[in-house]
C-alpha cells in the first residue's frame, strides 16, 4: 500500500496492529477519523489512553477493575460461597453475560503450559488457597479449556487445595469453552455451568 500522506501511513500502521485487522480495514477506519471533527477524535484517543492508564487488575480475583477492587468483588448480592476460575478476563464477560452466575470469580490469566513457559508462578494460582480458606469458600468452579493443559491445571489447584473443605467442579463439556468461551452462545454456557460435575465424576467421565 503506497501512502501520499506519512501521517496516514503511521495511523494505519498503528491500526493494523489489532487483532484481525488487515490493512485494508485500517485505511477505512483511518479515512473515517479522517472524516470526523477534530474533538471526536480527540475523545477517541482520550478513551483509549484513559483505558490503557486507569485499568487495574482486582486484587481479590484479578479482573480488570477501575478501582482496587472490582465491582464484582464488592458487589453485597454476589454469593460469596461460590468460585468461578476462569483463564482470562473474557470468559468473566462470557459468563457475565448469561445472567446465569450470581458466585465471583478467579482469573488465572492463562493455564499451564510447561511447553510455553507457562508455570504456577506465571499465573494467579498463589493467592487461591488464602482466597479460598479465609472467605469460607465452598465450591470452586472449573471453566477452563478442555485440553490437557486444562486439565493439568485443574488437577494442579486441585492438589493445591486439597487440605480445604471445597468441593471442585468443571463445567459441563460438549461445548467449547475456556479461550472460546466468548464464542458460545450465552444459553449454552448458562446450561454448562447449570450442569456441572464434580472433579470425581469428571475422572470417571473420561
Ligand atoms: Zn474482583
Known amino acids: 500500500m503506497i501512502f501520499s500522506s506519512k501521517l496516514i501511513e503511521d495511523a494505519v500502521k498503528e491500526f493494523s496492529r489489532l487483532p484481525g485487522i488487515g490493512k485494508k480495514t ?14 471526536e477524535v480527540d475523545e ?47 470468559d468473566v464477560i462470557a459468563i457475565e453475560s448469561t445472567q446465569q452466575y450470581s458466585g465471583l470469580y478467579h482469573v488465572l490469566g492463562g493455564i499451564l503450559s510447561p511447553l510455553d513457559g507457562i508455570g504456577p508462578e506465571q499465573l494467579n494460582i498463589h493467592t487461591l488457597h488464602g482466597r479460598v480458606k479465609n472467605n469460607d469458600v465452598t465450591e470452586l468452579i472449573m471453566a477452563l479449556s478442555p485440553t490437557i493443559e486444562g486439565d493439568t491445571t485443574v488437577y494442579y489447584i486441585a492438589r493445591q487445595l486439597n487440605d ?27 446450561r454448562s455451568i447449570a450442569k456441572r460435575q464434580p472433579i470425581e465424576n469428571y475422572v470417571t467421565m473420561k
Open 26 to 39: 485500517a485505511l477505512r477506519m483511518v479515512l473515517q477519523l479522517l472524516r470526523m471533527d477534530g474533538n
Open 164 to 190: 480445604l473443605p471445597v468441593t471442585i467442579t468443571t463445567i459441563a463439556r460438549g461445548i467449547a469453552f475456556g479461550g472460546e468461551l466468548e464464542y458460545a452462545d450465552e444459553m449454552t454456557l448458562a
Open 44 to 90: 477517541f484517543t482520550g478513551a483509549v489512553s484513559r483505558m490503557r492508564h486507569g485499568v487495574k487488575f482486582c486484587r481479590e480475583c484479578h479482573n480488570v477493575s477501575d478501582s482496587e477492587v472490582c465491582g464484582i468483588c464488592v458487589n453485597p448480592g454476589r454469593n460469596r460461597s461460590q468460585v468461578c476460575v476462569v483463564e482470562t478476563i473474557r
